[in-house]
């Protein structure tokens, strides 16, 4: 049974950051569950967070030359390494995941 979406799905942008995730970066889907930070991707490299897992969670500036202006990620730091999503509400998306830790 699929667990019940606190928050999304929404679009997002993936990318590694570092550690051991998937280096393919792409489009997709983010949703947050009680138990974890799921991220469907469109061409099938999906990511699954558990939450027990999530070491840390911030919503951080970036530079993006090629659109010559600055955005903020969402940037969920886990046992395996740090990811990151382009999405609407970074910051949303960092209380949501900060209050669902405890």
């Given at each position: 049974m699929a667990q019940?979406?606190?928050r999304?799905?929404?679009r997002a942008y993936y990318q590694r950051l570092a550690g051991a995730y998937?280096?393919?970066?792409?489009n997709g889907a983010l949703t947050l569950t009680a138990t974890e930070v799921a991220f469907r991707s469109r061409i099938?490299?999906?990511?699954?967070i558990a939450l027990r897992d999530v070491?840390?969670?911030r919503?951080?500036?970036?530079?993006?030359?090629?659109?010559?202006?600055?955005d903020t990620q969402l940037v969920v730091a886990t046992t395996?390494?740090?990811?990151?999503?382009?999405?609407?509400?970074?910051?949303?998306?960092?209380?949501v995941i900060q209050a669902q830790l405890g």
């Amino acid at each position: 049974m699929a667990q019940e979406a606190i928050r999304g799905p929404e679009r997002a942008y993936y990318q590694r950051l570092a550690g051991a995730y998937s280096q393919v970066a792409s489009n997709g889907a983010l949703t947050l569950t009680a138990t974890e930070v799921a991220f469907r991707s469109r061409i099938g490299s999906d990511v699954t967070i558990a939450l027990r897992d999530v070491t840390g969670v911030r919503a951080q500036k970036i530079k993006r030359f090629h659109l010559g202006g600055a955005d903020t990620q969402l940037v969920v730091a886990t046992t395996r390494g740090e990811v990151g999503f382009l999405l609407k509400d970074p910051q949303g998306w960092v209380d949501v995941i900060q209050a669902q830790l405890g």
